[in-house]
């Protein structure tokens, strides 16, 4: 019931605060747009005058995109038939899951950890405006707060760096090793299928479990001002395992609204015709609204994070 | 007390062709020891215009001997360490007799003092994949000698399409082979890393006696079942005109048999041999093959057996995408979607192979384009005429997600990887001796399907498929070489091929056409004082405006094809060009009331072996739409990216 309560308020807390959502997708947006930009001259510059530029328009030349990929570097080998629809969310679940970040190109992994950081400091800001509780969002009160937590905030993410290494390096390696033990000895792929779809689970569970507890320990020092990064982290482990059921009741609830979300993004954008440049525009719009939702999701399970965290406390 | 049971199918014993090397053998399986013993009965004729003083053999396991076979030292320089072998792994084939039987005298003689381990290829004298034996008198021209070899084969760990997993036993190359006499010497390579295999055509009846669980399944007919009494089954498989054998066995296998009328009054016994976890792809693997064998024989030719058997490989038998006369493995997940092409694509191919180098026998040593470059050509044939075209598939956590705007058109096989090897190699090469694997595969595969499939829009389809079809009937059960191959092409375009077929089998130059510009400029009138007066030139005195229009069409390869160029103008006429493609350009001009509005090299896709395809055209505007459409589509990954990966930070 806790769970439900503060979930419900959590929902109402970000509502009004549409503004400092649309803070947050307006600087989503304009990051991606510095790699957006060069994406587009390759594109533009390959495609050319060519009549695969009018087979593009009007759907997807597997023969044009064979040779793009073929000749691509850096960023050019992101772009894939994958990046359509439902792919671009498998694409990055499974990058996740994997631990595959690593392969993206340099480009990407450094435009991705430079994002990162600067969430990082957002985050100070969307904590700051949960915690006044006034929900008068002001620009100058969202930077004085992200600026106020950034120092803590980011020791707070390396130390979860040094939880998903140990996921990485350890959990999954470990996990991998038994995996490759069983395929080699396996009698057909159905184990071996199973036991890594049940290693992937695993592995996502405990990434989204560090997550989550780091996510406590960033309300800890903005609710109780605590300056003390490790005991943050240490309190915040304390609190989500003296109440492991509340806590991951709600984190799993809001993912539910993410997976019933993108869903819905999916089946939406599969029905849009992308032939001319009305439709191209209603499926940007379809995306950027997606998005917008995603960031209202982060938020809303912030604002319901901490109110679970005043309310067990 | 024993019991037999004999089975014979409604088939004709007549040879389809002189059987110049019969087998008739008994082995012995031993799943204990992972061996099979043999008695082999070899009568070789020889078929040729020489005396043959000695006789070559392959002995193929030996390859996996030891770790410095030719094969183990060609793997390794290719990045392949394929053994991590305990000394169980390991396999070998070893003669423990060889006799020449002589019926006349009633005498054998012991030919094993005269034997000899050859390395012709590389001189590696601990490679003992081939050997021979004198012969105490030569074998003249038109005689037949008979031989009685004992040999013993251990069975390796899964390598090379052969070996044993657990209690699956896939056997192929696995027995004294002897090798093949033409021009007065013997063809009889080592095994290598990259190489297939080459035999002639002989009659093969074989009785192997494995455990009486196991379900066999083999080349040919299986004519016979014995119930020893002692918890062994003998089954004889028989089969004429091929030229290999290969079996499995194993007590997992589901055996599904299908009579199949491929063609009035035409029929052949489908066998399929099924993994017990495949059985939902039951369906999908005999839709396979009785595609194979439909359009296979429309194409190429009646498929003249009587049995096809395929066999779904065990998990980690490595004996997938395999091909052997009538007898050939497929290769399945058991997951799978409707279009994305397995198990169709890799059964198709492997059936397919039975046409090239089951029926017509090439080299596969020496010319591995002419069986792998036509079954590549002859599989995406097939399949493209039997299902709808396969969308792009990609696996997420092994589970396949297929994407309906993404269709794979049949242009598109074999082009990415001849454009990353097209200046490594000519396509005609002996398999060891490209410059890599990458470098083997992509010049006896893709180059050669990418080769016919160009010649077949070059010569035009129905001439093609006479010509085709002419060809592989005509050097069924024989030995082609590239040069029989040109014959029959020269032959059905009425002028000699070679021009067109040696850029390509004895070349490795790209071939690039390209629209380098398209220009249209206003042709200007005259306006001003002229000897008769006075031109009011100025725009609305001109009755209609005039273009002086150029076309640049470049030749950026190194192979040369005539070609065709579509011109096309904004006021809707076109003009088709016809280019020799010799010179390193050519430019069309034309003058007239209205500007390009594009022009296209080789508008009906005939050059599917051009490298660089968007080249090929060019329109006056680009189109602005695609880039901005794929941007915006790309973007949504980027941003959904960067939301994703904010689990790392705050």
Known sequence: MKVFINFVKGFKITGRVIRMLILLFVINLAFSMILAVPMYRSLEESLGNSLAGERMAEGFDYLWWQEYRDDARGLEKTFTPTIIGKGAILDNMESLIQMQVFDLPPAVLVFGILYIILHTFLAGGILSVFRKGEFQFSMRSFFKGAGAHFFRFFWLMILSWMFFLIIGTGVKSGLNSILDGIRDTAFSEITPFYLGIAFSAVVFFLILFVQMVFDYGRIKIVLEDSPNVLASAAGAFGFVFRNLGSTLGLFYLLFLVQIFFTLLYILIQGVIPQSTFFGVAMAFLCQQIFVFGLIGIRCWLYSSQMELYRYLK | ?650
């Open chain 2, 1 to 650: 007390m024993l019991l037999s049971y004999a089975t014979f199918l409604s088939s004709s014993d007549e040879p389809f062709c002189k059987q110049v090397a019969n087998y008739t053998m008994n082995v012995v399986l031993d799943t204990e020891g992972d061996t099979i013993t043999g008695e082999e009965f070899l009568t070789w004729t020889n078929d040729t215009e020489y005396p043959a003083e000695e006789l070559w053999f392959h002995l193929y396991w030996n390859a996996f001997k030891n770790n410095m076979s030719t094969y183990m030292i060609e793997s390794r320089r290719r990045g392949r360490n394929p053994t991590d072998f305990a000394m169980d792994d390991w396999g070998y084939c070893r003669v423990d007799s060889i006799f020449l039987i002589d019926e006349e005298n009633f005498e054998e003689f012991d030919l094993s003092p005269a034997m000899a381990f050859r390395q012709p290829d590389d001189d590696n004298v601990l490679d003992q994949t081939v050997f021979s034996v004198r012969l105490p008198r030569p074998a003249e021209p038109g005689q037949t000698v008979e031989l009685r070899i004992s040999f013993l084969a251990k069975v390796p760990r899964p390598i090379s399409r052969t070996g044993v997993y657990k209690d699956n036993y896939f056997i192929a190359q696995w027995f004294p082979k002897i090798g093949v006499f033409e021009d007065g010497k013997w063809n009889c390579h080592q095994f290598h890393s990259s190489s297939e295999f080459f035999a002639d055509y002989g009659t093969y009846d074989i009785k192997i006696t494995i455990p009486s669980s196991m379900v066999v399944g083999a080349t040919g007919e299986h004519r016979e079942i014995t119930d020893n009494g002692d918890g062994t089954t003998t089954h004889r498989f028989y089969q004429h005109s091929v030229h290999d054998f290969a079996w499995t066995a194993s007590p997992h296998l589901l055996e599904f048999k299908e009579d199949f009328e491929f063609a009035a009054g035409k029929m052949t016994e489908i066998t399929l041999l099924l993994q017990p976890y495949h059985t939902k792809l039951k369906d999908r693997y005999m839709n396979a093959v009785k595609n194979a064998i439909r359009y296979s024989s429309l194409f190429y030719g009646d498929y003249p057996y009587t049995t096809a058997t395929c066999v779904d490989p065990g998990y980690n038998s490595r004996s997938g995408g395999m091909e052997y006369p009538t007898f050939f493995t497929g290769g399945a997940y058991f997951i799978t979607r409707k279009r994305d092409d397995s198990p169709e694509g890799v059964t198709i191919h492997e059936f397919g192979h039975g046409y090239f180098y089951g029926l017509v026998g090439n080299n596969e040593f020496e010319n591995p384009w002419m069986d792998e470059g036509f079954t590549s050509f002859l599989d995406t044939e097939v399949y493209y005429a039997a299902y709808q075209n396969p969308l792009y598939t990609k696996r997420y956590f092994g589970i396949p997600v297929s994407f309906p705007e993404v269709e794979i058109p049949i242009e598109s096989d074999g082009i990415s990887s001849h454009r990353q090897t097209w200046n490594m190699d000519d396509m005609q090469r002996f398999a060891w001796k490209f410059m890599e694997g990458e470098s083997y595969g992509a010049n006896s595969y893709s180059k050669g399907e990418l080769t016919l499939r160009t010649l077949k829009r070059y010569m035009g389809p129905d001439l093609f498929a006479d010509m085709i079809k002419s060809y592989s009937q005509r050097w069924w059960f024989k030995h082609p070489k590239p040069k029989d191959f040109y014959e029959v092409v020269s032959e059905f375009a009425g002028q000699d091929m070679s021009w067109f077929l040696d850029q390509f089998v004895y070349g490795s130059g790209k071939l690039d056409y390209a629209i380098d510009r398209i220009t249209s400029e206003r042709i200007i009138q005259q306006e001003g004082w002229f000897g008769g007066g006075y031109i009011d030139g100025s725009p609305k005195n001109r009755e209609t405006e005039a273009y002086e229009s150029e076309v640049l069409v470049r030749r950026l390869g190194e192979v040369k094809l005539p070609i065709e160029v579509l011109v096309v103008f904004e006021d809707g006429s076109e003009f088709l060009e016809n280019w020799d493609g010799q010179y390193r350009w050519k430019k069309f001009t034309y003058a007239g009331p209205a500007r390009i509005a594009r022009a296209v090299v080789d508008p009906e896709f005939k050059l599917v072996i051009d490298i660089n395809r968007t080249n090929n055209s060019m329109t006056q505007k680009s189109n602005k739409t695609a880039p901005i459409k794929w941007t915006s589509r790309w973007l949504l990954w980027l941003q959904h990216a960067m939301e994703f990966f904010t689990v790392f930070g705050g």
